[in-house]
């Protein structure tokens, strides 16, 4: 049995061209378009999840995710798939400093930006710690590698980074080191508990990745 998951990190709202910590904000005019674009290339996916962030939400519905697949897609048309939102998969809790720029919190508080982009088991902020962030995706990692078939996760980029930790047996230290881009796609597939990781294609070539592990 042969485990899949495709990560896809949400479309351009005015938060991520701002490099300010998500504030709710909806995805742009040229994100949806660009999502509309790729939705009928996605593989088919036995299930759907995303973060519950209203980027994700918005970048799933624009793929046509918990849709049916429009007629002359790349994959035959298939029943809905009602996307869920797992608490292991939500976005990184950053606190008191949602809303803002980095630029703002780094001016207001350097010495504590400074931490949390060290340390992965602070929290600064008052919310969540990178440490922590991983471990619960981690949980649903291994929760989900029994599962036949492929997931389409669009989740946030923090999420994509913990994941990939993960697969690679990384320390927590890495996670900023890993650049996730909006609007692409990030695979895993896998077997008794070994992971093979394709990074950071666009959406429309992940059916390429489904190599067995």
Do not use: K, Y
């Not at 909806?26 to 209203?54: E, N």
Request: proline share 8%.
């Amino acid at each position: 049995m042969t485990s899949r998951v495709t990560f896809v990190s949400p479309a351009v709202n005015a938060s991520l061209r701002q490099a300010r910590f998500d504030d709710g904000g909806s995805i742009d005019a040229g994100g949806a378009a660009r999502a509309r674009a790729a939705a009928g290339a996605l593989p088919a996916g036995a299930r759907v999840v995303t973060s519950s962030t209203v980027r994700c939400r918005e970048t799933a519905a624009a793929l046509g995710l918990g849709a049916a697949r429009p007629a002359g897609s790349a994959t035959e048309p298939v029943e809905p798939l009602e996307p869920v939102e797992p608490l292991e998969l939500a976005g990184l809790d950053v606190g008191r400093w949602r809303g803002l720029t980095l630029a703002e919190v780094g001016a207001a508080e350097p010495e504590a930006v400074a931490r949390w982009l060290t340390d992965p088991g602070s929290a600064p902020h008052g919310g969540e710690s990178v440490l922590d962030l991983c471990a619960r995706v981690s949980r649903w990692l291994e929760s989900s590698s029994g599962a036949d078939g492929r997931t389409l996760a669009v989740v946030e980029p923090e999420i994509v980074r913990a994941a990939v930790v993960h697969v690679l047996g990384a320390p927590a230290t890495a996670f900023w080191r890993l650049d996730v881009p909006p609007l692409t796609a990030t695979s895993i597939s896998g077997r008794d508990g070994r992971w093979n990781l394709r990074l950071g294609h666009p959406p429309d070539s992940a059916e390429a990745s489904s190599g067995a592990s």
